[in-house]
């Protein structure tokens, strides 16, 4: 299954509303999760099952979406939000991954 | 809440077997609720599922890798491990191994090691 992100990079300000798209090229149910990876990092999970939120991330952050098409929105973004994104499918093997939307500073 | 550490060398030849072990602390590796995987990131690419196993020693591999891969897991011990043979210049990436439920993501990660292979 591939898993197609936009945009594949962004500008934006402190205080942004901030919305990434995550389309799978067959259906996944809601079998969706969201990384944010700062450089030289490991990537932190965000959200799984397209929409809940992992333990101790903000609320900033959400996700929804089921089937094909996901969103990832970060509500107000903050100066420590500034990083790459990537959604990951886990309706069947192998699990893949998008192709990041880095998110940079306008 | 559970660590993971990924040790190995950081420098392959061409055509030889990459190896790398995981350690996992704080935490059991024989759980029966997660699955320990690997995942790699050539030097300034995505992320690639590499596979993963489960504590009774079942392996899922990804399909491109499934000819070159063993991952191997030992509970005794707390830690499993990645056998990559005949490696080529496109193995060069960051190496992760991590701890994942099966449709809840991937919550625990090493810090990731740089594995190159070069002659």
């Known amino acids: 299954i591939q898993l197609t992100q936009s945009p594949s990079s962004l500008s934006a300000s402190v205080g942004d509303r901030v919305t990434i798209t995550c389309r799978a090229s067959?259906?996944?149910?809601?079998?969706l999760a969201w990384y944010q990876q700062k450089a030289g990092k490991a990537p932190k999970l965000l959200i799984y099952a397209a929409s809940t939120l992992q333990t101790g991330v903000p609320s900033r952050f959400s996700g929804s979406g089921s089937g094909t098409d996901f969103t990832l929105t970060i509500s107000s973004l903050q100066p420590e939000d500034f990083a790459t994104y990537y959604c990951q499918q886990l309706n069947s093997y192998p699990p893949t991954f998008g192709g990041g939307t880095k998110v940079e500073i306008k | 809440q559970v660590q993971l550490q990924e040790s190995g060398p950081g420098l392959v030849k061409p055509s030889q077997t990459l190896s790398l072990t995981c350690t996992v602390s704080?935490?059991?590796?024989?759980?029966?609720?997660?699955?320990w995987t690997w995942i790699r990131q050539p030097p300034g690419e995505g992320l690639e599922w590499i596979g993963h196993?489960?504590?009774?020693?079942?392996?899922i591999y990804n399909p491109s890798l499934k000819s070159r891969l063993t991952i191997s897991i030992d509970t005794s011990k707390n830690y499993f491990s990645l056998k990559l043979s005949s490696v080529t210049a496109a193995d060069t990436a960051v190496y992760y191994c991590?701890?994942?439920?099966?449709?809840?993501?991937?919550?625990?990660w090493g810090q990731g090691t740089l594995v190159t292979v070069s002659s």
């Open positions: 067959q259906g996944i149910s809601s079998y």
């Open positions: 991590a701890r994942s439920g099966l449709r809840s993501g991937i919550g625990y």
């Open positions: 196993i489960y504590y009774s020693g079942s392996t």
């Open positions: 704080l935490g059991s590796i024989s759980s029966g609720d997660y699955y």
